[in-house]
Each structure stands twice: as C-alpha cells, then as structure tokens.
C-alpha cells in the first residue's frame, strides 16, 4: 500500500499538478485575448507595485483593518508553502529518489510550522461560521478545501511523532499529499497560480492607466 | 438578507419588461450573451474567489446597511453572475427581479472593492456585466433607459434640443458678461485650443454653472470653444444601463464633434462619470487604445491655471469646507492630491473626511444609480449612511465636490439625514475668490 502511494500515486499527483497548471493558466492565458482589455494595458512595473503591497503584511489598508486575519493569513500560507519543502522527511525522500539535497528544518522549528498551518486552517473554518459576511457565501465545499489543505499537515504530523500506527499514518499522509497537490490547479486553491495575473492586472489599470493606487 | 422595503419596489422597467419573458428566451439571451462577451476575466474572477469576505469593508453599502451580508460585494457576485453562471442562464423571473435589483441599485461601480480584494478581482466590471445581460434581456430601471432613450435620440442626456442649447448658451454669456465684462461663450469656433465639454443637465438645469465657466476662461485668458452640434454633451447613462452599442455611439459623436473642431484638448467639466466614458470604457468599446485627443478633467484644468498663475486668488472662502472625492477622477484617475492642492488655494479652512483619496466612499449615486429615479431614491438613501456620518464628523459647512453624481448624491444626503450643510462644485467657489482682471 505504502509502495503504490510512494510510487504511482505521487506520480500522478505530480502530473496532475503540473499538467493541471499548465492547462488552467494556458487555456485562460489565451482566452484573456478575447477580453480585449488585458494585454494592451498590463504594465509589469505597476503590477509588481500592486502585488508586493499585497505580498508584505499590513502595506494595504484592508490589511490595515483586520490585523489579526492578515497575522493568520501570512502566517498560515508561509508555513503552508516552506513546511513541505524544508521539512526533514522529505528531503530524505528527494534524496534517495533525485539524488537532491538541501538545507531542511530543525524537527521542532518544522512541527512548530505545522502547527501554524493545522491551527490557521481551523482559524478559517471558525471564521468562516463566525463571520456573517464570510458565512453568507460559505457552503460545504469551502469547509473542504480548507480540510483537504491542512490533512496532509495532521497526517504528517502524527506520522512524524508515531502517535498512530505509523505506516498506516505515512500512507494517509501520501494519499491526502496527493489529493491536495492534485486539487491545486482544479479547485479554488487555483488562486495561488492566479493571483500574480489577477493582482498584477488590476494594479496595471489603476496603477498605469488611471493613476492610482490599489492598496 | 436583502431589505424587504427594496424588495417591494415597483419599477415597470423591471418587472414589466420580466413578465414578457420565456425561460427559452432568459437562458438563450444570457447563455448567448456569456459565450459572447465575456472571457478570461469572468472565469478567472468566478473560479478563483476564495470567499474570504474581505471586500465587504470597502463597500458603503455594505457598511451603511449594518453589515448586512447581503451587501457585501462577494454576495452581490455570487447572487447575479454567480448564479447566472452555474445554472448557464436557467433563471427565473423572480431571480431576474432581484439581480437587476442589486446590479443597477445596490452598486454604484465604483471600484472601490478591488482595491480591498487580496486578489484586485474587478467587481464593477462583473456588476456591468450584470446590468449588461439585463440589459440585452430588456430589463433596465424605466428612470435610467429614459435617459439612455434621450441619448439614443438626441445625442444628449436630457432631451435638450439644439435651439435650446444654443439659447441657453447666448443667456449664460450675457449673465457671464454681467460679472465680468468681455466674457464670452464662443460657440463651434474652429482650432480653439480648449473645447469645453459639459454633460446635459449643466443647460438643462444648472445653466449658472456655464456662466461661471465663461467667467473663468475670461479671467485667465483661455482660447476656448462649447459645441452646439451634437456629441456637445459626453454624460453617458448608456455605459451603465448596459447598452454598449449607444455607449459606443455617444462616445464616437462627442470625439468627432471635437475632432471637427481641430481643438487642442477637451476639458470636461466636473463630472466623473462622462470623463470615465470618454476616455476608459468609451474608447475600449471602440477598439481605441485612447482617445483620439487629450481630455483633462475639470480639477486638472483649475490646477493647471492655478499653479501657472493664469488665475489668481483674490480672496479665499473663510468657511469651514470638506471635500468628496469622485470615484471616476480619483480611482479613476489619482486626481486627489490637485483636488487637495486647488482647493487649499481657494478655502481657508479645508477638513478633511476620514477615509479619503483612493479609499473615499463612494457617493451611492454614481454609476447610474441616482439616475433609476424616485422609486430608488430610500433604498439608495439607505445605502449610504457611512457617508452621511462621515461629513458630519468635519463639522464643515461646505461640500466640495467636482462631479455631478457625487453633487446630486450628496444633497440628498444633506437632505435625507439633516445635516446643516451645503454642496458645491469647485468652479462655484472659483467665481467667488478670483482676481476679476480690470
């Protein structure tokens, strides 16, 4: 069980993660010609404007206004993009398959990070049902995706310190690894390829066309 | 949950014009209309919305109607377009009723949302594509379609014919030589430097407003123009009822009439959403890049003569004043800090609203929303109390604004919650403290 989801199952994952991100931004990419609007008036100087006071805590004002959801927020998608990549674990595992090695995280600094992710995923489904505004327009499969991107984080998490059966938990771990990589470029979770192209788009027409700010 | 008040209110525009509609016809127009006209951005915007709430601090609506998550601009998306989408035009007429409801009344376009949005998702533009489905289906509030039947017909917002137009004009001038003599209204005067553009109710019915203007260019020299053929008036209420093709049509007559005129430059008058029309969305339309000549708005123009020394200060206005930034010329243009600079010249004492600049709150006029008339009117009203609360805490007695929506917005306002204000666009106090040549 562990071999198949170590083996084909990761290469699935990673096929449909990047054969699925390809495809998205492509087929939009060509599509955003039909809008006419788009290419004539993108100004890379002023999307990177744009999208680095969006990229550096509290430089927006609405940041300005929910403090505490913009400390989740930053925190939360930090830990959520470094942790697999530098935790100990998988550098192995890069290691042994590629031959690759670099630097990874001390074990307790990369459980700690875990942390952040499992406890700013429950943060947003708590303000999900908290929040009317958020509330309003929430339904299952938003409390899901939020699920399907920290499960691998918990899965992880107590495969690391054996708490539950330890093969049992490594290949849950896999198999939850894979659903996540592999939702990326099909779910919402697509923001993250996207939000480059969309902030950097509308920081062109503010910003190049019309002289303003965006942030 | 929407207000049920608002929910009650009859307008033949809307529901009428739903009664004549076969669910064949509403899927086939909308479905036609989304395969059509939209393309990235919609699907992009639509699937990438991660539902995070944050754009509803930026929406007055939203804010004024005691965070009402019905109004935040995520629920407005979600509960037009959104469903419009998922369900490839398989709506009802009651679904109709009340996306129409929200496009055309309950979002002024303003754009504010965007730049509140982690993302920058372009809410106006999904909002226009909105009013731009209801549109092709026929539905369109009776108020705002009168105004885009008199474009379509006249050329002009208002009905004006050009007798009356070229009447008014000669009175403006008298009334202008009254104040200072040698002012005139050069009318369709070949190779001006400035062509002077107004939208239509300045003759219609704030015709003062032109003397003023004659007032200024005597007093600073200006080699100008007005237009009395049509395209003289560039208000355009077809780029927000959703008809591109007469917006598209208003926009090419307003620059052929100044490219007739082998003018310079166009200055607009202080109006937001004409100089939006003009020069973004018009000319998109078209297939320009740009306009075809430069416009300069209003403010531009005062600060241009201002810091250059064209017009001088005689007196400043001694009152208490606060300004409202129109969206069109501030996030549609970055024009605040001139507004600030020109009306710093002109007032002794300026107070400022807190939000300001980019983050000002719209008027809940604009965007075509004053223009669906009375039945809207109190639902607007409701719409806009963080406004209202806003000016009140400068203790000013002035408003300054320079954009007509904003104007006619902000005496409802005054009005609606009692505040012992008054209004005024920036050419009123211009009059009043500038040194009158001899």
Same mark, same amino acid.
């Given at each position: ?33 039909? @809008? ?9 100087? +002023? ?63 990369? @459980? ?29 499969? @938003? ?47 697509? +923001? ?21 700010? @965006?942030? | ?12 525009? *809307?529901?009428?014009? *739903? ?12 479905a036609g209309a989304l395969d059509r006209e939209t393309a990235a951005r919609l699907k992009v915007y639509l699937e990438t919305c991660v539902r995070c709430g944050l754009c509803a601090s930026a929406c007055h609506t939203y804010l004024s109607r005691d965070r009402d998550p019905d109004y935040a601009p995520v629920a407005k998306v979600r509960n037009t377009i959104g469903v419009m989408v998922d369900r490839r035009g ?11 409801? *929200? ?8 754009r504010r949302c965007s730049a509140y949005c982690p993302f920058g998702i372009d809410v106006s533009y999904l909002i226009l594509t909105v009013r731009r489905i209801c549109n092709l289906l026929g539905i369109v509030p009776q108020y705002l379609q009168d105004t885009v039947n008199s474009h379509a017909v006249t050329s002009n917002q208002m009905w004006v014919q050009q007798d009356d137009l070229i009447d008014t004009l ?30 239509? /109710?300045?003759?219609? *019915? ?6 003023? !203007? ?32 007469? !917006? ?45 000549? /430069? !416009? ?13 020394? =064209? ?39 300026? =107070?400022?609203?807190? /939000? ?83």
């Amino acid at each position: 069980m562990i071999e198949l989801a170590r083996g084909p199952l990761t290469w699935v994952a990673f096929a449909l993660l990047v054969g699925g991100t390809i495809w998205n931004l492509y087929t939009r990419l060509v599509l955003a010609r039909k @809008d006419k609007v788009v290419y004539p008036y993108w100004s890379t100087p +002023h999307a990177a404007r744009s999208i680095l006071h969006w990229v550096v805590p509290f430089a927006s004002r609405n940041m300005r206004l929910h403090p505490l959801f913009t400390i989740v927020s930053f925190a939360f998608h930090a830990c959520l993009l470094l942790t697999p990549l530098l935790v100990m674990g998988h550098a192995v595992l890069w290691q042994e398959s590629w031959g690759l090695s670099w630097w990874s995280l001390p074990a307790g600094v990369a @459980d700690a990070m875990t942390l952040v992710v499992i406890g700013g995923g429950v943060a947003f489904i708590v303000r999900r049902i908290a929040a009317p505004e958020v509330r309003n327009v929430t339904t299952w499969r @938003d409390h899901l995706l939020i699920l399907t991107v920290i499960a691998p984080f918990v899965t992880g998490l107590l495969a690391h310190h054996q708490l539950l059966p330890y093969r049992a938990m490594v290949t849950l771990h896999i198999v939850t690894g894979v659903v996540w990589l592999a939702a990326i470029p099909f779910t919402r979770l697509s +923001h993250m390829l996207w939000f480059v192209f969309m902030r950097g788009y509308m920081g062109s027409e503010f910003g190049a066309v019309r002289n303003a700010r @965006d942030w | 949950m929407a207000d049920l008040a608002d929910s009650q209110v009859v307008d033949p525009g *809307i529901d009428g014009a *739903i009664k004549t509609l076969t669910p064949e016809a509403i899927e086939r127009v909308i479905a036609g209309a989304l395969d059509r006209e939209t393309a990235a951005r919609l699907k992009v915007y639509l699937e990438t919305c991660v539902r995070c709430g944050l754009c509803a601090s930026a929406c007055h609506t939203y804010l004024s109607r005691d965070r009402d998550p019905d109004y935040a601009p995520v629920a407005k998306v979600r509960n037009t377009i959104g469903v419009m989408v998922d369900r490839r035009g398989k709506v009802d007429g009651e679904f109709l009723r009340s996306a129409a409801r *929200i496009a055309f009344t309950e979002c002024g376009t303003c754009r504010r949302c965007s730049a509140y949005c982690p993302f920058g998702i372009d809410v106006s533009y999904l909002i226009l594509t909105v009013r731009r489905i209801c549109n092709l289906l026929g539905i369109v509030p009776q108020y705002l379609q009168d105004t885009v039947n008199s474009h379509a017909v006249t050329s002009n917002q208002m009905w004006v014919q050009q007798d009356d137009l070229i009447d008014t004009l000669l009175w403006q001038e008298e009334d202008a030589q009254g104040e200072l003599p040698g002012a005139r209204i050069p009318l369709d005067r070949v190779g001006a430097e400035v062509l002077y553009s107004v939208i239509a /109710p300045e003759p219609k *019915i704030l015709a003062q407003l032109i003397a003023n !203007m004659a007032v200024i260019m005597k007093a600073a020299d200006v080699d100008w123009t007005m237009g009395t053929s049509d395209g003289w008036d560039n208000s355009n209420m077809a780029m927000y009822s959703g008809d591109f093709e007469t !917006m598209g049509r208003i926009e090419r007559r307003h620059w052929d009439a100044a490219l007739k005129l082998k003018v310079k430059r166009v200055v607009m008058g202080e109006c937001g959403h004409a100089f939006r029309g003009a020069v973004y969305d018009g000319p998109r339309w078209l297939g320009w890049r740009q306009p075809p000549l /430069p !416009m300069v708005h209003a403010v531009e123009f005062y600060h241009e003569l201002l810091t250059s020394g =064209r017009l001088k200060i005689a007196k400043k206005i001694e009152k208490p004043v606060t300004i409202q930034d129109p969206c069109n010329i501030v996030r549609g243009r970055g024009l605040h800090h001139k507004l600030r600079e020109v009306l710093h010249m002109l007032c002794e004492d300026v =107070r400022e609203v807190d /939000p300001r600049f980019e983050h000002n709150y719209c008027c809940a006029a604009g965007g075509g929303v004053i223009n669906c008339g009375p039945p809207w009117k109190l639902s607007r009203m409701k719409s806009i109390r963080v406004k209202a609360e806003q000016f009140a805490a400068t203790g000013a007695h002035l408003v300054i604004t320079p954009c007509h929506n904003c104007h006619s917005g902000i005496e409802d306002i005054l009005k609606h919650y009692k505040l012992k204000m008054e209004v005024a666009f920036v050419s009123e106090l211009l009059v009043k403290a500038i040194e009158r040549p001899a």
